[in-house]
Every structure is written in C-alpha cells, then in structure tokens.
C-alpha cells in the first residue's frame, strides 16, 4: 500500500546535494589539512622549537663567555718640546698610530649549583612548549571536527528538506486530481501550496548557512575558501567508553593537567635558583692583550707591549638588606600555590569528565529513543498520505503529521550530533585527539 511512498523517501535520502565531481571530504582529512596548514598550529610549532632551540648548556650558564676585539688608531698633531736645557724640538704634521688586540675569557666554575637549576628549567620550558603546542592542535581538531560534523548536519536536514519537499509537491498534484474530480475545493490547493513555499524559503535559508559553513572549514583548514567539496552522508555512531579506562588516561594524558604538572615542577625550581644565591660565586678569568705603536714625535718611536693574564675570583654577597630571606619565602609561597593550582585543576578536570560521560550516556540514550520514534513517525506519515489519497484526511492534518515526521527526522539529527559533538569533547579531556 505504501511502497510508492516509502520508494520516494529512500530516493531522496541518497541524492547528492552537488555534483558528483566535488571532492568528498572526509573527517580524518580535514583533521589532517588543518594539521598540516592551519596557521596558530604552525606558529605554536614555532614557538614550541623556539623553546626547544634554548636548551643548551651554554645558555644554561655552564660554558666560558670568550670575547675578542681589535682597534687601530691613527693621529696627525703639531708638537713643540722645551727642554729646561734649552733644546726645542718641534714637528708639524707629526703621524702616529696604535694597534690593539685583545682577548679575554671569563668561566663561572660555581654559582650554587645555579646553573644546574637553570638547566633544568630550559628543558621544563621546552616541554611547557610543546605542551602549548598541543593544546593549540588539540583545540583546533575540536574546532575542525566540531565544524564537519555540524556540515554533516546541515546536509542531513536539507535532505529532510528535500523530503519535505517531495511530499509538498505530492500533496498539490493530489489536490489537484481531487479538484478536477469536484471531490476538494481550491482553498486546498492554495493551502498546499502555500505549505510548499515555506518548505522551499526554509531550504533557500539552509542551502545559504551551508555553504557559509563550508567556507568556515576550508578557512580552519588554512585553504583557498573557495574549494568546494562533499561531506559525509552520516555521523558515525558513538559507543560508551568504559569509565575506569577514561579515568586512567584522562589523568596520564590530559594535556592541561601536564601542563599544571610542569607548572609545579618549574616552580620548585625557581625556589632552588633563589636559593642558590645564598652561595658565593667562583669565576676562572684569562686575557691577552697586543699593543702596539708608533709616533713620530715623541721620546719613543715604536713601543710593543703583549702578554697573558689569568686568575680567579670569588665574589659572595652576604647581606643585601634581607631581600634575599624576603625572595625565597615568595618562592616557597609560589611552590605551595602551584600544588593548589594542580589540586584544583584536578578537581575540576574530574567534574568535567563526570558530567561529559554522563552527558554522553544520555545523548546514546535519546539517539536510541529518537530511532524508535522516527519508526513511529513514519508510520504514521505513510498511514496519513494513504487516507489523504482517499479523501479520508484533510491536508491540514496531513501536513500535521508531515510535520510531525519531519520534527522527528530532525530530532534524530540533532541527537547524534550532539552525541558526536560530546565524543569529541571528551577525547579532548581524556587526551585522545593526537595519537
């Protein structure tokens, strides 16, 4: 009875929105695009090396600082001498010249184990940068994954559309039949189609937010805009994790709860940088200098100087006022607030898992109820386009029950984006975007 029906809903269910041509595009490749291209995960690929790039020994402090220099400087001058014997020596244009070079080694063999803790410090930057670095590609996977999968949506509710649509228009030629027959008035022709206009103005709006929408992914992916494609016809079903599992990675592998970790630790650090100064300083120094000049007036014509100098030296402040007691107590201070900023950001990372996997139970639980009720649905539009072809139902309840159906259809969209949505979410938290 309902086989020419149901033949039209499933036709439409598989037609392309574009032409076949377009590339079709799916999740995994945009993620990779955007990985490849998009312009915060490059810069924080960038900074992240800068990061790498300082740690070093010799920026730590461990290695010698050698610098070396020359001058050469050239005088013409008048001179005129007296001698108390009487003698008078006078020059004009008297040239005389000097060449200076010089080299000079300086080596701090202790500063209190200082750069020891410095060095340290570089490598918990390095790791702080790539941490950063995560999370920026973290956070635009979610974006990018959050935009396909909400185009996914959009497709899906214009192919309701098209089914709406379809309907609309199979509703009017019906009315028309039943007009000519003297078995219906012309009010319902007009009724339906002025119900077939507002199907067609709602499917201009959802054809102009989609290609809107395509326009912001290809802009996430970092690529000429104007590039079209295809998504999936589908969002893929979402299974419950198992929460002893999710919990264990969750606190090995959250990439902001790392972050708080390397926090703490660059904290202790500092504390044992300042401490630190509480030692005296040994520092190891070498030179050697050439000189070496020539004048034409004057007691000498030419002198030549050269030589090598070395030696240590040990410095040690013993009071500055007390800012030293006063630098280390904040230290400590920042170190007891680095623990707390970890205790509480852990608290609240455990909430935030909590209510993610309980929403993603109950987003599982209405795509399960949304499924049986678009059966229902269904049903009942197929049962109402029957009776409307036998002139037992009036086209305000057919369109009742179209509408019904269509709600329902939507419903079910939206369920399992949103179930996608919170999967997504919830790989973030767990640390299971990036393998």
């Given amino acids: 009875m309902f086989s020419k029906f149901k033949l039209l809903l499933s036709t439409l269910a598989f037609i392309p929105l574009l032409g076949f041509s377009q590339e079709l595009l799916r999740p995994e490749q945009a993620v990779a695009i955007a990985l490849e291209k998009n312009y915060s ?3 924080a690929r960038n900074q992240a090396e800068v990061a790498s790039n300082n740690v070093t020994y010799g920026n730590a402090g461990f290695l010698p600082g050698l610098d070396v220099g020359a001058s050469q400087t050239n005088n013409i001058q008048d001179s005129r001498q007296e001698f108390l014997t009487g003698q008078i020596n006078e020059c004009d244009g008297a040239r005389s010249n000097s060449i200076n070079l010089n080299a000079a080694l300086n080596w701090t063999l202790f500063d209190g184990f200082a750069m020891f803790v410095n060095y340290e410090k570089l490598k918990e930057f390095d790791l702080m940068g790539e941490l950063a670095a995560r999370a920026t590609i973290e956070q635009t996977i979610v974006r990018v994954l959050a935009s396909y999968y909400d185009l996914v949506r959009q497709k899906q509710r214009l192919q309701v559309i098209d089914k709406s649509i379809a309907i609309s228009e199979e509703r009017i030629r019906l009315a028309n ?3 000519q027959l003297g078995a219906a008035s012309r009010l319902d022709i007009l009724q339906a189609q002025v119900d077939y206009n507002a199907d067609r103005s709602d499917q201009l709006q959802s054809q102009e937010i989609f290609r809107t929408s395509k326009i912001m992914l290809n802009n996430l992916m970092a690529r000429d805009i104007n590039i079209e494609f295809v ?3 589908q969002i893929e079903p979402v299974s419950l994790p198992e929460w002893n599992r999710l919990y264990e990675a969750t606190m090995a592998n959250n990439t ?3 972050m708080n970790h390397t926090d703490k630790r660059i904290a202790a650090l500092q504390l044992r940088e300042t401490n630190a100064r509480r030692y005296p300083r040994l520092n190891a120094n070498a030179g050697y200098n050439f000189i070496q000049s020539e004048s034409e007036a ?7 100087t050269s030589g090598l100098n070395y030696g240590l030296s040990v410095g040690w402040n013993v009071f500055n006022g007390f800012n030293l007691n006063r630098q280390i107590a904040n230290a400590r201070i920042m170190v007891e607030n680095s623990e707390l900023e970890l205790l509480d950001f852990r608290s609240r990372l455990e909430a935030d898992l909590t209510a993610t996997y309980l929403s993603m139970e109950s987003k599982i639980q209405l795509v399960d109820f949304e499924e ?13 386009m029957e009776r409307f072809r036998l002139g037992e139902l009036s086209g305000l309840e057919l369109r009742e029950a179209q509408k019904n159906y ?15 949505i919170v999967e997504v979410d919830m790989r973030e938290i767990s640390g299971g975007l990036i393998n």
Avoid at 406 to 420: F, H, M, P, V, W
């Fill in 41 to 43: 995960i490059r810069i």
């Fill in 231 to 233: 998504v999936s016809d």
């Fill in 256 to 258: 902001y709860l790392k």
């Fill in 372 to 384: 049986q009720n678009l059966e229902v649905a269904s049903l009942n539009l197929e049962i109402a």
């Fill in 298 to 304: 004057g007691f000498l014509a030419k002198n030549r």
């Fill in 177 to 179: 039949e039943k007009f």
């Fill in 406 to 420: 269509l709600a329902a259809e939507g419903r079910l969209i939206t369920a399992c984006y949103q179930a996608k």
